[in-house]
């Protein structure tokens, strides 16, 4: 059984590549066979393992567009790679008139899944179409959640759009957890609004937290995962907690309560 996660938060900057790679590699740790797909033109993704996009000369566009098979174009990281490029920054267009378009990347799974416990889908910060292709194909999404009160006002839209999704697409996708990121824990505002988003939302925010250390910043510099760049820190361990969280069921523990609600009403906040 092979578990397809969408990282996914239509803000930019809230840790979403990070988490997507990070979880990634914890999950390779304990021993599980993990591909991550780069689904944002930025390919920051791509370049967090060290690979320079305007190299990659067969990318997930041609996955996507050009019906490449992706085992052509995964490479062997930390963890495996779907490389994206600025090529993928054409994808909407290119796909806008096909039929399917939102069934691309589900399609092209569908050879490898096999081959992998996690499938990780890295997006870009919008709700296009290239994410719609990763809500399409996955079986639950995780919400990178910067801890700061604004960052928390999207989640409503993102919600929304899962709902349509959900109408229209995939009827089993929900939001496996939510991910507060860029925690610190000295302000006031970071506690606060950790404290509003699990009133809000509960159990489906995550355990772990992930503090904000420019660790994260400088690993890729190197072309590597936090638990590549500094094994025995802080920030290694918090997405060994997180990924351990996942394996301990939170998503499969959501799928099991077949009626579990999309949001109730939002919190005033919200
Ligand atoms: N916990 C954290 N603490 C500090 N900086 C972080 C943390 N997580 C990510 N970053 C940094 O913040 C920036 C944005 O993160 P990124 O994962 O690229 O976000 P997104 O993919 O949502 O745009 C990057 O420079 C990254 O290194
Ligand atoms: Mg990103």
């Given amino acids: 059984m092979t578990t397809v996660l969408a990282f996914a938060n239509q ?8 988490s997507t790679l990070n979880t990634g590699v914890a999950l390779r740790e304990q021993h599980h066979r993990v591909l991550a797909i780069d689904l944002d033109p930025q390919a920051n993704l791509t370049m967090c393992q060290g690979i320079d996009p305007d190299t990659v ?11 490449a098979p992706i085992e052509d174009i995964i490479t062997r990281c930390e963890i495996d790679i779907a ?3 600025i090529d993928l920054a054409g994808a909407e267009l290119a796909l806008s008139s096909a039929i399917g378009r939102e069934r691309s990347l ?22 296009g179409l290239l994410t719609i292709n990763a809500f399409a194909a996955a079986d639950g999404v995780i919400v990178p959640v910067q801890c700061e ?45 950790i404290e509003i988003l699990r009133e809000t939302f509960g159990d489906r925010v995550f355990d772990t937290v992930v503090r904000k250390t420019i660790k994260f910043a400088e690993a890729p510099v190197q072309g590597r995962s936090i638990m ?31 009626s579990f609600e999309p949001l109730p009403a939002y919190g005033a906040h919200i």
Avoid: C, W
């Avoid at 399609?107 to 992998?116: D, E, G, Q």
């Fill in 106 to 127: 589900e399609k092209a799974l569908m050879s490898v899944k096999h081959h992998y416990d996690y499938i990780l889908i890295d997006t870009p910060p919008s709700l």
């Fill in 149 to 193: 009160y604004l960052s928390l006002r999207g989640l409503a839209q993102l919600e929304r759009t899962l709902q349509m999704i959900r109408e229209n697409l995939n009827p089993d996708v929900y939001i496996t957890g939510i991910l507060p990121t860029m925690f610190d824990a000295r302000t006031i505002h970071g506690r606060e609004a």
């Fill in 228 to 258: 590549a760049y500094d094994p025995e820190g802080d920030a290694a361990d918090t997405y060994r907690k997180l990924a351990k969280e996942l394996l301990n069921g939170t998503s499969s523990e959501h799928e099991g309560r077949g």
């Fill in 57 to 67: 000369t067969r990318s997930i566009f041609d996955v996507l567009v050009n019906r």
């Fill in 83 to 85: 490389p994206a490029n």
């Fill in 11 to 18: 803000k930019g900057g809230v840790a979403k590549t990070t």
